[in-house]
């Protein structure tokens, strides 16, 4: 599956921004999906996953009540809804694409077969 980000971009602190992550190939809804993020100089982190059917979500705790991860199979896109955007949420933002969903390993980025290229998010002070 070929995953296409987009949505970023430069908004103050406390702004809001959606990404997507647009996929094309394989047949989508087959795939658990996730969010990371990598700022300059820093490992790459998980952000947020869900499910195939979008009834499971999971969240990192530093996003916990500001960000949202949902799907659109019809679509083929998951979207990051980011509100309450902080200086600490700049990064680039990966989308990224898995076989199985396993609580234990759905925060470990090497556990994804799939990634988009990117999409920058800059939060300004």
């Known amino acids: 599956v070929q995953l296409q980000a987009s949505g970023g971009g430069l908004v103050q602190a406390g702004g809001s921004l959606r990404l997507s992550c647009a996929a094309s190939?394989?047949?989508?809804?087959?795939?658990?999906m996730g969010w990371f993020r990598q700022a300059p100089g820093k490992e790459r982190e998980f952000v947020a996953a869900?499910?195939?059917?979008?009834?499971?979500?999971l969240l990192a705790d530093s996003v916990k009540g500001r960000f949202a991860i949902s799907r659109d199979n019809a679509k083929n896109t998951v979207y990051l809804q980011m509100n309450s955007l902080k200086p600490e949420d700049a990064a680039v933002y990966y989308c990224?694409?898995?076989?199985?969903?396993?609580?234990?390993?759905?925060?470990?980025?090497?556990?994804?077969?799939?990634w988009g290229q990117g999409t920058q998010v800059t939060v300004s002070s």
């Open positions: 990224a694409a898995r076989g199985s969903w396993a609580i234990p390993t759905m925060r470990q980025w090497g556990r994804y077969e799939f």
């Open positions: 190939g394989r047949t989508f809804s087959s795939y658990h």
């Open positions: 869900v499910s195939w059917s979008g009834s499971s979500t």
